[in-house]
T-cell receptor, first 112, second 109 residues
């Protein structure tokens, strides 16, 4: 089955630690996206990548970093510089001709 | 900058119609979308409308677009308890999607 996988579903970290969230897609999509979701605030774009080895900052990139070394993978690192990292993180992808962004199931990160 | 606004909550009775409203600011948006999110899950595309259309119908879903007022609505006919979820509208701009805050639809039996 084609789709987007995010792992793990739940992640717990201590404050001050960096943590990397995984996002993999086997849809052969060119573009991939990371969003953060907080209650009552909808989705906010963190980073996006339209092609391998290239990515752009979204609206709330501070405290996050990404890489796009392979077409199918777009990991997100939440660094200790992110002031309020506890949130639900969603990864999405789309191809050049599609009108639809396909979403992964999300990772809920809790930092204490 | 671009902004998309939705009311946060809507409650209806099973069998009634639901209407979820959305306003957006970017008049150059090519496509506008409606997504559904069930608890603890990712987003699922319900439908989309091209900016030169006024209306699109897809089974129980009807999308209305008023481009002059930058207003988008999603009507769900014969709403069922399984329709309870958060509904997001989104506009496309510069290769990205800008999402509203989401409307939580509660369907009472």
């Amino acid at each position: 089955d084609g789709g987007i996988t995010q792992s793990p579903k739940y992640l717990f970290r201590k404050e001050g630690q960096n943590v990397t969230l995984s996002c993999e897609q086997n849809l052969n999509h060119d573009a991939m996206y990371w969003y953060r979701q907080d209650p009552g605030q909808g989705l906010r774009l963190i980073y996006y990548s339209q092609i391998v080895n290239d990515f752009q900052k979204g609206d709330i990139a501070e405290g996050y970093s990404v890489s796009r070394e392979k077409k199918e993978s777009f990991p997100l690192t939440v660094t200790s510089a992110q002031k309020n990292p506890t949130a639900f993180y969603l990864c999405a992808s789309t191809d050049r001709t599609s009108l639809e962004q396909y979403f992964g199931p999300g990772t809920r990160l809790t930092v204490t | 900058g671009e902004d998309v606004e939705q009311s946060l909550f809507l409650s209806v009775r099973e069998g009634d119609s639901s209407v979820i409203n959305c306003t957006y600011t970017d008049s150059s948006s090519t496509y506008l979308y409606w997504y559904k999110q069930e608890p603890g899950a990712g987003l699922q595309l319900l439908t989309y409308i091209f900016s030169n259309m006024d209306m699109k119908q897809d089974q129980r879903l009807t999308v209305l677009l008023n481009k002059k007022d930058k207003h988008l609505s999603l009507r769900i006919a014969d709403t069922q308890t399984g329709d309870s979820a958060i509904y997001f509208c989104a506009e496309s701009t510069g290769g990205k999607l800008i999402f509203g805050q989401g409307t939580e639809l509660s369907v009472k039996p």
